[in-house]
């Protein structure tokens, strides 16, 4: 995948006018080689992100010359939610990275359809170790196996991609299926607030009262020691 950028002189503050004409900021780095200060349209950045996400390589191409790149990191406007910086991450293709892989569930575990069970996801993504050209953009995850109550999937249980090493322990429980809490166990964990505390509590507040009160002078000891 392919993604045009050009060169940018725009630095600090100047971005502003670049995010006007639908450009937006971005940096090109990496271990051993110079350190690129780029332009690219918001769509085509967009574009390649939806559909290459965080680890897969794009070729980032400045002045004709392709650059095989991860996009390292992204950041967001915090009110529109749009993108207003991206980072690059070049990569060399014969040597092996470490990054994280999500993994996307597919099918029905017959477990919640015919048992009314609860399918928990126990891990969203999956430490692996590839090449660049072999790094999968995700990593599937078929739930339909989870037949009964109770039954889990571990790393083991999943289709190793060609040329991917999967870095977390094999006994990794990723996905596993529960029974639904009933009514009674819903009440219980919420909980009504423990009386026995309250009325611990109001007594101690009783208890320094009254003390506060029996070392206080009383009236007529307030006179005689005026008087004095």
């Not at 892989?101 to 126990?122: M, S």
């Not at 037949?147 to 977390?168: C, R, T, Y």
């Amino acid at each position: 995948m392919e993604l045009l950028v050009q060169k940018r002189e725009e630095l600090g503050r100047e971005v502003t006018a670049l995010r006007e004409k639908g450009l937006i900021p971005a940096e090109l780095y990496g271990r051993g080689v110079e350190n690129l200060h780029l332009a690219v349209l918001v769509r085509d950045f967009e574009r390649v992100l939806k559909e290459a996400g965080e680890n897969t390589v794009v070729y980032v191409s400045v002045d004709g010359k392709k650059h095989p790149a991860l996009i390292y990191d992204v950041q967001l406007d915090p009110v529109s939610d749009k993108v207003v910086h991206a980072d690059f991450y070049e990569v060399r293709m014969d040597e092996k990275i470490k990054t994280r892989i999500p993994l996307e569930f597919v099918g029905e575990a017959p477990a919640v359809k015919e048992k009314a069970g609860v399918l928990v996801k126990a891990a969203h993504e999956l430490e692996v170790e590839a090449l660049p050209g072999d790094l999968p953009h995700h990593i599937e995850v078929d739930v339909s196996a989870l037949n009964d109550i109770g039954m889990s999937l571990h790393i083991k249980d999943l289709k190793q991609p060609k040329g991917v090493e999967f870095l977390a322990d094999p006994e990794t429980v990723i996905a596993t299926t529960t029974a639904q809490m009933t009514v009674e166990e819903e009440a219980a964990l919420a909980g009504p607030a423990d009386v026995a505390e309250v009325k611990i509590e109001t007594e101690e507040e009783k208890a320094v009262r009254e003390a506060a009160k029996a070392e206080a002078p009383k009236e007529g000891e307030e006179k005689t020691e005026k008087a004095k």
